[in-house]
T-cell receptor, first 113, second 112 residues
Framework: GQQLNQSPQSMFIQEGEDVSMNCTSS?????WLWYKQDPGEGPVLLIA?????ELTSNGRLTAQFGITRKDSFLNISASIPSDVGIYFC?????????????FGKGTKLSVKP | DVKVTQSSRYLVKRTGEKVFLECVQD?????MFWYRQDPGLGLRLIYF???????EKGDIPEGYSVSREKKERFSLILESASTNQTSMYLC???????????FGSGTRLTVV
């Protein structure tokens, strides 16, 4: 199936540092979404983006829908221990016959206090 | 808030058993999905449904079947459980195609 390339696969950072992760594809997307999964739980939606160039914030989180519609990034400012988890990007493919979301493989974030 | 409830958080089953994983959503969502999650492989789509009694195969349907007799309930069935089906199973739902999904808390299934 279609692939979303999410990077990095994992990050191990100091508390207080800023974090950046991204998703790229060779295909065009209508929608980009970012989810966070806490250990042992299901993913929870953090931010949804619907327009190319759109920049949206949710507290310390900021995400952008790339202008080419082929990528998106998520930034976390001033990380804290509860930011630990797996972050997934997801997108709806432009012209996709089913409209299902395609998911990246996730970025595992670990925070050192 | 939309709630997606998976009936069990942890399940241990024997090889060859028939296993039922239940998922219920309470916000009249049209679309429901079953994924499995394994380290390094991300979320892989097993089956999905856009309407009652409707089902479509996802990327890895082998060894699984589903049932959607009512709009709010989507069941995943392992006809004869095998050890390679040990995994975290996630159910999700959405109101419309392409909209963000709401996930359940997951069922961690171990087949011994």
């Amino acid at each position: 199936g279609q692939q979303l390339n999410q990077s990095p696969q994992s990050m191990f950072i100091q508390e207080g540092e800023d974090v950046s992760m991204n998703c790229t594809s060779s295909s065009i997307f209508n929608t980009w979404l970012w989810y966070k999964q806490d250990p042992g739980e299901g993913p929870v939606l953090l931010i949804a983006l619907y327009k190319a160039g759109e920049l949206t914030s949710n507290g310390r989180l900021t995400a952008q829908f790339g202008i080419t519609r082929k990528d998106s990034f998520l930034n976390i400012s001033a990380s804290i221990p509860s930011d630990v988890g797996i972050y997934f990007c997801a997108g709806q493919l432009f012209g996709g016959s089913q409209g299902n979301l395609i998911f990246g493989k996730g970025t595992k974030l670990s925070v050192k206090p | 808030d939309v709630k997606v409830t998976q009936s069990s958080r942890y399940l241990v089953k024997r090889t060859g058993e028939k296993v039922f994983l239940e998922c219920v959503q309470d916000m009249d969502h049209e679309n429901m999905f079953w994924y499995r999650q394994d380290p390094g492989l991300g979320l892989r789509l097993i089956y999905f449904s856009y309407d009652v009694k409707m089902k479509e195969k996802g990327d890895i349907p082998e060894g699984y079947s589903v049932s959607r007799e009512k709009k709010e309930r989507f069941s995943l069935i392992l006809e004869s459980a095998s050890t390679n089906q040990t995994s975290m199973y996630l159910c999700a739902s959405s109101k419309r195609r392409g909209q963000g999904y709401t996930f359940g808390s997951g069922t961690r299934l171990t087949v011994v």
